[in-house]
Structures are given as C-alpha cells and as structure tokens.
C-alpha cells in the first residue's frame, strides 16, 4: 500500500526540469550537492541551503470510512546562477528566469497536458513561494528559494 505521493512527485519533478528544452544547459540536481563553481546554473529538488528539511507533508482521511487519505506537501528547491563579473542584476534576472522556466514546466500545454499533476503523481502541484539571496564573492551569485506545492490523494 501506497504511503505517500512525495517520492513518486519528486522523481516526476526532475524528470520535468530535467526534459525541459529551456533548461537543458542547467543542472539539475536531485538533493543536496557538493559545489561546483564551475556550473553556471543550477537547480536543486529536494534541497535548500541552510535548511535541512526536503519535503514538509500533512496527511488526513478524506472522508468517513478512513479509506482514503488527502496528503498535501511542499517541495522545498533552490535555483541558483553564478558569474565571475559584479553584474548583480544580470545573476538575479537570470535566478527568476529559471525559476519562471520551472514555473511554466508545471502548466498544462498541448505538449505536456500532465505537467500540473507531475505526470498522473498528484491531484496538482504549482510553484507557490520564494525567498531571493544576492551574494558577492569572487564574482556575483543569485539564489532564489521556492517552492512546489502538491495535493495528492492516497
């Protein structure tokens, strides 16, 4: 019997972003990573710094007769883009440009008609919130927090 939806959700997040034409130069990383300076862009599932929970997740029964339970939970990713100039709004415009890409993969399309259930895992799931970071160190860098919201049915 199915437990949760989050491990079946988060494998069709990243198969998402990773067979996204638009992020095809990007890395896409399934939780947390070593740094890799050298990589330009790169977006995270499952993993944001400082924090170490993944996934926050709520369950309860969706009816009388407890034989089938509504589970609601959040994905907690990070995008982030590095150059080696002082160009700040050149990292932060490109931080939300990824993540404007993410947002646009979990919309319907004629393409991909699944993309806001990820793909049959869940009831839907939209992206929901984020938190912008700018640093400057060796160079500029941008990061923006965010988060996949689901609702799923088990």
Not at 111 to 140: K, R
């Amino acid at each position: 019997m199915m437990t949760s939806r989050v491990p079946a959700a988060i494998d069709a997040l990243l198969a998402i972003l990773s067979g996204t034409p638009a992020l095809s130069e990007v890395a896409i990383v399934d939780g947390p990573s070593s740094i890799n300076f050298t990589q330009k862009q790169r977006i995270y599932v499952g993993w944001t710094p400082g924090d170490e929970s993944a996934v926050s997740l709520e369950q309860a029964f969706n009816a009388a007769g407890a034989r089938t339970r509504d589970e609601a939970f959040s994905i907690r990713c990070y995008a982030e883009t590095r150059g080696g100039d002082k160009d700040m709004k050149a990292r932060r415009d490109e931080v939300f440009t990824l993540v404007g890409v993410v947002e646009s993969a979990l919309r319907a399309t004629n393409e991909a008609p699944m993309a806001p259930t990820l793909n049959g895992t869940v009831l839907w799931a939209h992206l929901t919130a984020g938190d912008l970071t700018q640093v400057q160190s060796e160079g500029t860098g941008a990061g923006l927090v965010f988060t996949v919201t689901c609702q799923a049915r088990i």
